[in-house]
């Protein structure tokens, strides 16, 4: 069955290092997504990606994060200049269409941990 | 903005118990409504969902009605066995203009069964 893959599944940088975060989502799928879980809080929209570009991002997403399609396989988030609360589990999602009830397909996560 | 109230967790019960897992929510609009869930070290995978007011989704024992009126959409179980321990996520789906859709996620509701 697709999945979703991420790697890697744990990173550690010191804070103010640049970070990129992979993911492979399912081949025939159209949308892309990440999200972020700090500990104990909810699971919150970061970006959604589409037709090689952005086609709505949160507040959280501001001028240090990046979202790219390199290849056509894979779909990256770039974190510039890392800060502490930058510290969360990452999860890239993909889905097939847009509608409202269309399922999103979630990888299993990079947690990054920001020193 | 959209948002997602679920039942603080942890819930600890013992096999063959009923499970309830409450959730609800505010949003403009009539948003889909889904519960996800996430077993130990994989990523969240759909369990049901509800497009619609009134709308039943089922899935492995579980379920959950969609209720315009209470604006609610509580999972249910009727026997709970231990492989059901994972952390469950109630979500809505709101359609982007720009394309995909986007989740608001609950904060997630950790379950352990125990013999």
């Known amino acids: 069955e697709p999945e979703v893959t991420q790697t890697p599944s744990h990173q550690v940088t010191q804070m103010g290092q640049e970070v990129i975060l992979r993911c492979v989502p399912i081949s025939n799928h159209l949308y892309f997504y990440w999200y972020r879980q700090i500990l104990g809080q909810k699971v919150e929209f970061l970006v959604s990606?589409?037709?090689?570009?952005?086609?709505?991002k949160s507040e959280i997403f501001d001028d240090q994060f990046s979202v790219e399609r390199p290849d056509g396989s894979n779909f990256t988030l770039k974190i510039r200049s890392t800060k502490l609360e930058d510290s969360a589990m990452y999860f890239c999602a993909s889905s097939e269409e847009a509608s409202g009830g269309v399922e999103q397909f979630f990888g299993p996560g990079t947690r990054l941990t920001v020193l | 903005g959209d948002s997602v109230t679920q039942m603080e967790g942890p819930v600890t019960l013992s096999e063959e118990a009923f499970l309830t897992i409450n959730c609800t929510y505010t949003?403009?609009?009539?948003?889909?409504l889904f519960w996800y869930v996430q077993y130990p070290g994989e990523g969240l995978q759909l369990l049901l969902k509800a497009t619609k007011a009134d709308d039943k989704g089922s899935n492995k024992g579980f379920e959950a009605t969609y209720r315009k009126e209470t604006t609610s959409f509580h999972l249910e179980k009727g026997s709970v066995q231990v492989s059901d321990s994972a952390v469950y996520f109630c979500?809505?789906?709101?359609?982007?203009?720009?394309?995909?859709?986007?989740?608001?996620f609950g904060t997630g509701t950790q379950l352990k069964v125990e013999l």
């Open positions: 990606f589409y037709n090689n570009e952005i086609s709505e």
């Open positions: 979500a809505l789906s709101e359609v982007l203009t720009g394309g995909g859709n986007k989740l608001t």
């Open positions: 949003a403009t609009g009539y948003p889909s």
